[in-house]
């Protein structure tokens, strides 16, 4: 597509339930980043792929948030057992950097609004 | 690990110009990004250094100093709709990742 496209854009769910976070990256980009961003906040890393592979899992809070990106274009962000404190933008970007050798720009989604209740 | 640190908000007048400070802390740098983000909008590119020196972009120049830890974006002839959030990022080759700052909340009054 022409841009990074996330679905949802906004996601109501309550405490306990599973959720899955959707992103589609820039055609050709070989790099996906999530992140989350609460109000007046910079955005926190969470987790960076290089092709399929997380290359960085770091920022990942606890073992209740995984990612996957199974053939490189398409990643998906799963929470477990949700709590109120998930509630924040999560924020998905790619870009055509190759490992070390050149940080391209970061394109961003439009991001999907996660609300805990 | 890495440590950002901007101002947390700062206020101008439209036509002036003003200065966003950015200092920061890395154990492999690798370059260093200013994005804009509108409330409620995804952030969009600025600006990139990788070595000293300014970087201009129309309005908008950017300004790093790799031996201090500093940065900063220069806005020129402020407009109303420069309104917005102002991120420091830095791309680190140690996690290989970007990690971005707090942010600056820039308001431009009339």
């Known amino acids: 597509g022409a841009g990074v496209s996330q679905t949802p854009s906004n996601k109501v769910t309550e405490k306990g339930k599973y959720v899955e976070l959707r992103c589609d990256p820039i055609s050709g980009h070989t790099a996906l980043y999530w992140y989350r961003q609460s109000l007046g906040q910079g955005p926190e890393f969470l987790i960076y792929f290089q092709g399929t592979g997380a290359a960085d899992d770091s920022g990942l809070p606890n073992d209740r948030f995984f990612a996957v990106r199974p053939e490189g274009s398409v990643s998906t962000l799963k929470i477990q057992r949700t709590e109120r404190g998930d509630s924040a933008v999560y924020l998905c970007?790619?870009?055509?950097?190759?490992?070390?050798?050149?940080?391209?720009?970061?394109?961003f989604g439009e991001g999907s609004r996660l609300t805990v209740l | 690990g890495q440590n950002i640190d901007q101002p947390t908000e700062m206020t101008a007048t439209e036509g002036a110009i003003v200065q966003i400070n950015c200092t920061y802390q890395t154990s492999g740098f690798n370059g260093l990004f200013w994005y804009q983000q509108h409330a409620g909008e995804a952030p969009t590119f600025l600006s990139y250094n990788v070595l000293d020196g300014l970087e201009e972009k129309g309005r908008f120049s950017s300004f790093l100093s790799r031996s201090k830890g500093y940065s900063y974006l220069l806005l020129k002839e402020l407009q109303m709709k420069d309104s917005a959030s102002y991120l420091c990022?830095?791309?680190?080759?140690?996690?290989?990742?970007?990690?971005f700052g707090p942010g600056t909340r820039l308001s431009v009054l009339p």
């Open positions: 990022a830095l791309w680190d080759n140690y996690g290989q990742n970007f990690v």
């Open positions: 970007a790619s870009s055509l950097t190759q490992g070390t050798a050149f940080a391209g720009e970061l394109f």
